[in-house]
Structures are given as C-alpha cells and as structure tokens.
C-alpha cells in the first residue's frame, strides 16, 4: 500500500494493515499518534509535530506573543491543536485563541469573529483541504495585518488550493516536508523534475514532489527485497534503509519501528503566485 491520504483515513486504515501484515509505504499523515510502533508501516514524511514546532519557534523568535490556532474540527485538527499548545508552552505561551473551523466550514464567520475579537498577532491554521481556501481568504478580509501560518497539509491536499488562493496566499508561511520543488538546487528536485518533464507535465508542485519520493522509497525497497519479493522481503528490505541520499533528501529507517525515514522540515514564505519566496 502506498500513500493514502489523510490522518481520520490512516487511523481506520493502519489496525488493518497491521492484522494483514501488509507493508505500507508513505502515508500522506505527519500525526504522531500513528506513529506509535507499527512493524508493517514505513513512514517517509517528518511527523506534524516536528513541523508545527518549526512554525512557533520562528513566530516566537520573530517576538510575537499573541498566537491562536485555528483547527480542523476533526481528530487531525484536535491532534495539531495539542501540537500547537505543547509547542507555545515550550515558549512559555498559550494560544491566544483555539478556534474550532467545521470539516465542511459551515461555522467559518464565527471563526473569524473569535480571531478577531482575540486580536492575534498569528494565527496557527491547522486545517487542510479546500476548507483552508476560505479561511485564508476570510482572515484576509476580516483580520487584515494578521500573520498566518500552515504546515505542508494546510494548502496542498486539493491539487488546485495554491491556485484557487492567489493573491490572498502572498505572504503566508508554510512548513515544507520536501525542498522546493521549483528550485533545482538539489539531486533529488533535478530528478524529480525530469521525470515530470519526461511525462509531459510543466508543472512542479509540494504534492507531486512528495509522491515521487514515497515511489521511489517503495522502489528501492522492492530493488533490495530481490526478484523473488514476498511480504516479509519487502518489510525486512524497507526496515534496512539507512541514510540513503536520494540527493538532497535522505530515509533512515534504523532498522526498528516506529519507521520514520525523514524528519526534512523547511520553511517558505508563499508569494502571489502560489510559488515559495524564500
């Protein structure tokens, strides 16, 4: 298995791959309460917690104080939620405000009235999915000046969300779970892209890049597990991965669950067009 979307899916989906005994490469998840041990499941993504810690120790070094989250009403958000407090106390902060935003987003003009009655300096968007459109675009309108930052999740789970935003993305931070995908600075970015240019696509994303590095993860387990793979094979070749470089991104699974192979975190400032600054 390869890659399933989203952190409500992988918890269904992980108690049965463990009862199946079959390896899973690369759930598209960073929540650290799958992390938990599982001998069948071979994470490549660093966890939300390494990334949301990431967001407030640059906020709380730019000397902000007055941080709130704004959280996917669902066990995703409620995880990033304990992520985000556990990290603002790390800074001797709490949020200034925790705001609950409706998987579908029918309670977004309450949200926004909570953030701005907080007078936040940042706001903490822990959600994901076209929902995080229109509350980037609300708190744009109705909270103008404040700071907002995401994790690799909140923008690029919809292929079209970086787009649907435009201007209204400029200059929100954003955690990267794989470098730039524009910038072909490393290996890994180089082969990526000739790949897409290979198959005729012009069009370099987050979500693309991270999908090419689950692939090629599962590949090289399959190449070590020889030309007769079995289950067992596969999960004792994928358990032996250490400090493999693909370029600029290196897996490291140390040989004994819980299986992370990356704990890659960068930061980027988005611009009009959807592309990172810097």
Not at 139 to 153: C, D, E, I, T
Request: aromatic content about 6%; overall charge positive; hydrophobic content about 40%.
């Amino acid at each position: 298995l390869l890659s399933c979307v989203g952190t409500p899916n992988n918890t269904a989906i992980l108690p049965l791959i463990e009862e199946a005994g079959v390896p899973y490469v690369a759930p598209i998840t960073g929540a650290s309460s799958l992390r938990k041990g599982a001998r069948n499941v071979f994470h490549v993504r660093a966890s939300y917690t390494d990334e949301v810690r990431r967001l407030v120790q640059r906020l709380a070094g730019m000397g902000l104080k007055s941080i709130g989250v704004v959280y996917l009403d669902n066990g995703y958000g409620r995880e990033m939620l304990e992520d985000a407090t556990r990290s603002l106390a790390e800074q001797s902060l709490k949020p200034s405000v925790q705001a609950a935003l409706a998987t579908d987003g029918a309670n977004l003009s309450q949200v926004l009235a909570q953030v701005a009655e907080a007078r936040t300096a940042a706001v903490l968007l822990a959600t994901a999915g076209s929902v995080s459109v229109e509350l980037v675009r609300g708190l744009k309108k109705n909270v103008p000046g404040v700071l907002m930052a995401g994790v690799s999740v909140t923008l690029t789970l919809t292929s079209d969300g970086l787009k649907k935003l435009g201007d209204a993305g400029s200059g929100i931070a954003i955690t990267m779970v794989v470098p730039d995908p524009n910038r072909a600075k490393t290996q890994v970015v180089r082969d990526y892209q000739s790949a897409m240019r290979a198959n005729g696509k012009q069009e370099f994303t987050q979500g693309s890049l991270e999908a090419y590095v689950n692939m090629r993860v599962l590949a090289e387990g399959l190449e070590r597990a020889g030309s007769d793979p079995t289950r067992a094979k596969l999960r004792s070749a994928l358990a032996g991965i250490r400090n493999w470089d693909l370029g600029g991104f290196v897996v490291d699974y140390s040989g004994q669950a819980p299986y992370v192979g990356s704990r890659y975190v960068d930061l980027g400032v988005l611009g009009g067009s959807g592309r990172f600054l810097g």
